[in-house]
T-cell receptor, first 115, second 112 residues
Framework: AQKITQTQPGMFVQEKEAVTLDCTYDTSDPSYGLFWYKQPSSGEMIFLIYQGSYDQQNATEGRYSLNFQKARKSANLVISASQLGDSAMYFCAMRFKTSYDKVIFGPGTSLSVIP | DAGVIQSPRHEVTEMGQEVTLRCKPISGHDYLFWYRQTMMRGLELLIYFNNNVPIDDSGMPEDRFSAKMPNASFSTLKIQPSEPRDSAVYFC??????????FGSGTRLTVV
């Protein structure tokens, strides 16, 4: 069965520090994509970063980077130089090409940035 | 690019009434998804379409829920009759193949 696990329901980080949000997944599909989304208190879902299962390098987008370890089935999000505006829920998601591009989401991690 | 447009933003209705949620995807996106978000269950995929054709509706809770995509620029999610446990935020999202997709702002549904 395909499943996403985010083991940290809540995290705190000091402003300007780096933080890692964990995501592990379980699938037997050879081809998939991994995503991270941010949901601030206003409710909208904001796409942050994408990693393909065959990508050789870890994805980076500004202050966001994805620590992709395929053998361990983990796709942790690293946020560098945290800002107060980073306080939000963060969701890890996976898309399965062999399952007609179905996407499932993890339960989310609530990140609070402390001044 | 106006993004994914959902309407209404908020809906309050009485139990037993029909509710219709609307979505306009981004032009050129082949996939359209309907999600429901609650505190208890998180984000649940209800149904998704590829080129206007429903691909997987296994997430639709029960027969009271139905979704249509009559053309590439419009989709509806209908609940009839609505129940208080249907109260949630309903998101529509669209995407091109395999990349991250864009969410609409959501419809907050309250059934009293």
């Amino acid at each position: 069965a395909q499943k996403i696990t985010q083991t940290q329901p809540g995290m705190f980080v000091q402003e300007k520090e780096a933080v890692t949000l964990d995501c592990t997944y379980d699938t037997s599909d050879p081809s998939y994509g991994l995503f991270w989304y941010k949901q601030p208190s206003s409710g909208e879902m904001i796409f942050l970063i994408y990693q393909g299962s065959y990508d050789q390098q870890n994805a980076t987008e500004g202050r966001y980077s994805l620590n992709f370890q395929k053998a361990r089935k983990s796709a942790n999000l690293v946020i560098s130089a945290s800002q107060l505006g980073d306080s939000a829920m963060y969701f890890c998601a996976m898309r399965f090409k062999t399952s007609y591009d179905k996407v499932i989401f993890g339960p989310g991690t609530s990140l609070s940035v402390i001044p | 690019d106006a993004g994914v447009i959902q309407s209404p933003r908020h809906e309050v209705t009485e139990m037993g009434q029909e509710v219709t949620l609307r979505c306009k995807p981004i032009s050129g996106h082949d996939y359209l998804f309907w999600y429901r978000q609650t505190m208890m269950r998180g984000l649940e995929l209800l149904i998704y379409f590829n080129n206007n054709v429903p691909i997987d509706d296994s997430g639709m809770p029960e027969d009271r829920f139905s979704a249509k995509m009559p053309n590439a620029s419009f989709s509806t999610l209908k609940i009839q009759p609505s129940e208080p446990r249907d109260s949630a935020v309903y998101f529509c999202a669209s995407s091109p193949q395999l990349r991250g997709y864009t969410f609409g702002s959501g419809t907050r549904l309250t059934v009293v």
